[in-house]
């Protein structure tokens, strides 16, 4: 650990050079206060133009903050939520200013990453300070200026960086979200709020069950304190720092039985979410509509919806009857022997107010239009594809007297374990055309959260048995081993049949610290 410790050293004395400079992020919400959805940019006849700069303060908690702020006309906001149909542009331009101050002790931080061939952007070593974007979920090419992680640097103070992204027209209407990627610093970054709301509009025209009711987008974050302590990470909703009874818990309003469609993202850097909506104490039924931004067959009534890191469940929620009211929870979740505990925490109590306030869509007539059939977006009919090839890979640790885990493993059975390194040569190699079934298998005494980039894979098979629902996913969970018995796994199928996935791109645990030492590999999809 002793790099993180040296991580964690320089971010200690970067926040306190930090304090002159503070307020350099917007301010976040006080505690008890009624919760607001972020801005939403809308694109334009086919286009969003936006323009985020990133920046960092330390708040009067001693809370890093790292923030994509937007000027607005009465000022800067954090975060938008960006909103865009099939088919529409994203012109987006990203400037870094993470204060240089504390300079001396970042540079102590440049061979934790290495140095690589930069192609894409800046030019110089990554650090705490560098950045950029990557577009979780969205199912675009890993090439410069669109998604593509292992070239892209920004560094502070240089011009901006222009993102030019076209959203498929085959893209499956949801929820996405983007936050940085950097290797080595992804997860102080997101942990200091660095994450929004992507929206790819046209959910009722798929699942017409939300076509006409109010819309929330709730982004869940988690922050702690530096230096590292074990204990009740704090999870935000909308940067409302939720964790009652420390704090008195944030306030969602909605009026008496109103049905409303919540869209949730998992930023947090590790918390595994079970989600449910309770109504004196009994949990309520949540009608699923939507995983990862990919519109599910048929809506399903649940109580309880597991969102892992980097996840988002997108869901119809009813509102509490007169007189009464409703929390918003993330329940406990185990990830095992080595993992770190994942609390129960209140998300927040949902009252009823006729006047409900929040900033939030209201339901427009442009939000109506011709249905879209499943059988119309992107993996449609993989399904019935004979694949390829079959892979399998595994999730490891290795360990180091009494200090836990100190590397953390994504191998290709067959291959040497190795934690990722920038110059790498790409682990997999494959072609436009290939559907392949991976086997992702957990040996470590903690649960791991796998994540590709560029497409979602098909879910087939867990623990050896076929699925219930063949959902669409780009993050899943994969339990712990208990040290007897078979591992846990996942059978998942992966559509590289688009000529956009050509390239060279990533898969990863998103358990950020993981992702951050190494738990992550390269594939190379060769163009046809
Ligand atoms: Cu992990």
Redesign the pocket.
């Given at each position: 650990m002793s790099k993180v410790s040296r991580c964690l050293l320089a971010i200690i004395v970067c926040g306190l050079c930090c304090l002159e400079a503070a307020a350099q992020c917007p301010a976040r919400p006080n505690p008890g206060s009624v919760v607001q959805d972020a801005l939403s940019l809308s694109s334009q006849n086919g286009v969003l133009n936006a323009r985020f700069t990133m920046g960092n303060s330390v708040d009067t908690f001693g809370y890093t903050h790292y923030c994509y702020k937007y000027e607005t006309a009465n000022g800067p906001v954090e975060a938008p939520t960006l909103r865009l149909n099939p088919g529409d542009r994203l012109l987006l331009n990203v400037k870094d200013r993470i204060t240089t101050d504390g300079a001396e002790a970042m540079s102590e931080m440049d061979p934790m990453s290495g140095a690589t061939a930069k192609t894409c952007g800046d030019t110089g070593a990554m650090t705490l300070q560098s950045t950029n974007v990557h577009f979780h979920g969205l199912n675009v090419p890993p090439v410069c200026h669109q998604d593509d992680v292992l070239t892209t640097l920004i560094q502070p103070g240089s011009p901006g960086f222009e993102f030019n992204i076209q959203i498929p027209t085959t893209e499956p209407p949801g929820l996405y979200w983007y936050h940085p990627h950097v290797h080595g610093f992804t997860e102080f970054q997101v942990n200091g709020g660095a994450a929004g709301a992507i929206v790819v509009e046209g959910m009722d025209k798929v699942r017409p069950e939300v076509a006409g009711l109010t819309e929330r987008v709730f982004v869940v974050r988690q922050q702690y304190l530096v230096p590292w302590v074990p204990g009740p990470y704090e999870l935000t909703l909308n940067y409302q720092v939720a964790n009652p009874p420390l704090f008195p818990a944030p306030i969602v309003q909605m009026k008496a039985g109103e049905k409303q469609f919540w869209r949730v993202a998992n930023a947090t850097i590790q918390d595994f979410m079970p989600l449910q909506v309770w109504l004196n104490g009994i949990p309520q039924n949540l009608e699923l509509i939507a995983l990862d931004g990919y519109p599910l067959a048929a809506p399903r009534t649940v109580q309880t919806i597991l969102v892992p890191p980097a996840g988002r469940a997108e869901f119809i929620v009813q509102g509490p009857p007169t007189g009464s009211s409703e929390q918003f929870i993330a329940l406990a979740y185990s990830t095992g022997p080595t993992g770190n505990p994942d609390l129960e925490q209140v998300l927040a109590n949902i009252e009823v107010s006729d006047d409900a306030r929040g900033g939030f869509k209201q339901p427009t007539a442009e939000s109506t239009g011709p249905a879209i059939s499943r059988d119309q977006l992107k993996f449609a009919g993989v399904k019935d594809v004979t694949p390829t090839a079959e892979r399998k890979l595994y999730?490891s640790e290795e360990f180091g007297g009494t200090n836990g885990p100190i590397q953390?493993y994504i191998t290709v059975d067959g291959q040497k374990q190795q934690v990722f390194e920038p110059n790498e040569k790409p682990v997999i190699t494959t072609k436009v055309g290939a559907v392949e079934d991976w086997t992702i298998e957990n040996r470590a005494l903690?649960t791991?959260?796998f994540h590709m980039h560029q497409i979602h894979f098909m879910m087939l098979e867990v623990d050896g048995k076929p699925v219930a629902n063949q959902d669409f996913r780009d993050s899943f969970e994969i339990p712990y081993w208990s040290g007897s018995g078979p591992y846990h796994s996942i059978k998942v199928r992966m559509d590289f049949r688009d000529p956009t996935t050509a390239g060279t791109f990533v898969f990863h645990?998103h358990?950020l610290l993981?992702e951050d030492l190494g738990?992550m590999h390269k594939i190379l999809v060769q163009p046809q």
């Open positions: 999730f953390f903690e791991h959260d645990c358990i993981h738990m």
